[in-house]
Structure formats: structure tokens, C-alpha cells
């Protein structure tokens, strides 16, 4: 489960039942941590995070919260992901992609195929929260639609909440963290 990247704040909301079970919407309440985990961000710099665990007290089901500088699954910061996938868009090949970045090229080439096969489905998820939050715009082609729509829904969220976290830490904190996921029809409903 996705969460702000501020460990206060989850903390606050995790121990006044603000936080709901993804499962059953029952109440999520603290539960221990998980392993460390450290996250690539740009160039050779890693953050270490320990995220919280929750337990639901309806269904009992257990839940790691991720921050939303995250995306499930990946150890890459979702701004790295988010910069190859803006570059791509861009018409930049992989292997440049990967050199700009320092990732190794292999990654960056699953994380391209995965969005482009995945971009319809991301494409309509996104434009359900702009949708939510405001207008969208087609873009041309299924990639770079999926893109706009990330984008749009970010500056929706910007307009009507206030400046808060970057456009992939957004896209993170949307999608439950299933940006890159291995199918495609696994995103949280939209309100």
C-alpha cells in the first residue's frame, strides 16, 4: 500500500484509524515494520527505508506502507522510473536512457516494455484522476497519452490540493504503486 513519504504523517494516521484496509476498508492499526529495503535514486545515491506494517482489525490481513517515492516492487525511486519513461517519450533509445540515468540497460528496457504494454490501461487509469481533478488532453499515441495523462492528473491534483509530491511520487501514491505491474488490471478504483 502506498503512503505520503513522511514518516510522521503515516505514523499520526496509522495510530488515529485514518488509514483504510485496501481489502475491506475495515481499519488499518500498527503492526511492527518490515525489512529494510534501500531505494536507487538519481545517480549512486540510495535512501534506506524501513516501512511501516499495518494489520487490518476487520479482515486481519497485514499491509506494508510504502512510501510514495516507491513503486511496488521496484528498487528504483519512482522519479528514476519516471525519467526513463519521460525520455522515451521524448523518442530517446533505451541504451541512452540507461547511460543517462546510470541503471543498467536491461532494467530500463523491461521498465519501457512494461508501461508501453501496459500504457491503454494506464492511459484510462490516469484519466480517471484527471478526470476526478480536472481536464486531459490526447497526446497522439497510446504511450505518450498514458504520459499526459499522468501529467494532467498531477496538475489537477497540484490545482486543487496545493503544491505536494513530485509527478512520480503522484503517479506512485494513484496507481497503489502498480505503475510498472505485471498486469495491467490491477489499479485502485478511483473515487
Same mark, same amino acid.
Not at 508501453?116 to 490516469?126: D, G, L, M, S
Not at 480536472?134 to 497522439?140: S, V
Not at 497540484?158 to 501514491?173: C, D, K, Q, T, Y
Given at each position: 500500500?502506498? +503512503?505520503? *513519504?513522511?514518516?510522521? &504523517?503515516?505514523? *499520526?494516521?496509522?495510530?488515529?484509524?485514518?488509514?483504510?484496509?485496501?481489502?475491506?476498508?475495515?481499519?488499518?492499526?500498527?503492526?511492527?515494520?518490515?525489512?529494510?529495503?534501500? !531505494?536507487?535514486?538519481?545517480?549512486?545515491?540510495?535512501?534506506?527505508? &524501513?516501512?511501516?506494517?499495518?494489520?487490518?482489525?476487520?479482515? %486481519?490481513?497485514?499491509?506494508?506502507?510504502?512510501?510514495?517515492?516507491?513503486?511496488?516492487?521496484?528498487?528504483?525511486?519512482?522519479?528514476? !522510473?519516471? %525519467? *526513463?519513461?519521460? @525520455?522515451? %517519450?521524448?523518442?530517446?533509445?533505451?541504451?541512452?536512457?540507461? @547511460?543517462?540515468?546510470?541503471?543498467? /540497460?536491461?532494467? +530500463?528496457?523491461?521498465?519501457? %516494455?512494461?508501461?508501453?504494454?501496459?500504457?491503454? @490501461?494506464?492511459?484510462?487509469?490516469?484519466?480517471?484522476?484527471?478526470?476526478?481533478?480536472?481536464?486531459?488532453?490526447? *497526446?497522439?499515441?497510446?504511450? @505518450?497519452?498514458?504520459?499526459?495523462? !499522468?501529467? /494532467?492528473?498531477?496538475?489537477?491534483?497540484?490545482?486543487?490540493?496545493?503544491?505536494?509530491?513530485? +509527478?512520480?511520487?503522484?503517479?506512485?501514491?494513484?496507481?497503489?504503486? =502498480?505503475? =510498472?505491474?505485471?498486469?495491467?488490471?490491477?489499479?485502485?478504483?478511483?473515487?
Amino acid at each position: 500500500m502506498i +503512503v505520503c *513519504a513522511g514518516e510522521a &504523517r503515516v505514523e *499520526a494516521e496509522l495510530c488515529g484509524g485514518v488509514l483504510s484496509c485496501p481489502s475491506c476498508w475495515g481499519v488499518l492499526a500498527p503492526w511492527g515494520f518490515a525489512r529494510v529495503r534501500s !531505494i536507487r535514486v538519481l545517480g549512486d545515491a540510495t535512501v534506506s527505508l &524501513r516501512p511501516r506494517r499495518s494489520k487490518c482489525s476487520a479482515c %486481519a490481513c497485514t499491509h506494508v506502507l510504502l512510501p510514495d517515492l516507491c513503486l511496488l516492487r521496484r528498487q528504483y525511486a519512482a522519479v528514476v !522510473i519516471g %525519467a *526513463a519513461i519521460e @525520455a522515451r %517519450a521524448r523518442r530517446r533509445g533505451y541504451r541512452r536512457i540507461a @547511460a543517462e540515468l546510470g541503471v543498467p /540497460v536491461r532494467t +530500463v528496457r523491461r521498465w519501457l %516494455a512494461r508501461f508501453a504494454c501496459h500504457a491503454e @490501461a494506464i492511459r484510462a487509469h490516469f484519466t480517471r484522476w484527471a478526470f476526478v481533478l480536472g481536464a486531459i488532453l490526447p *497526446a497522439g499515441d497510446g504511450f @505518450a497519452d498514458a504520459l499526459e495523462a !499522468i501529467a /494532467v492528473a498531477a496538475r489537477s491534483w497540484v490545482l486543487r490540493f496545493g503544491p505536494g509530491p513530485w +509527478v512520480w511520487s503522484l503517479a506512485s501514491l494513484l496507481s497503489g504503486g =502498480l505503475l =510498472l505491474a505485471t498486469r495491467g488490471d490491477l489499479f485502485p478504483p478511483v473515487p
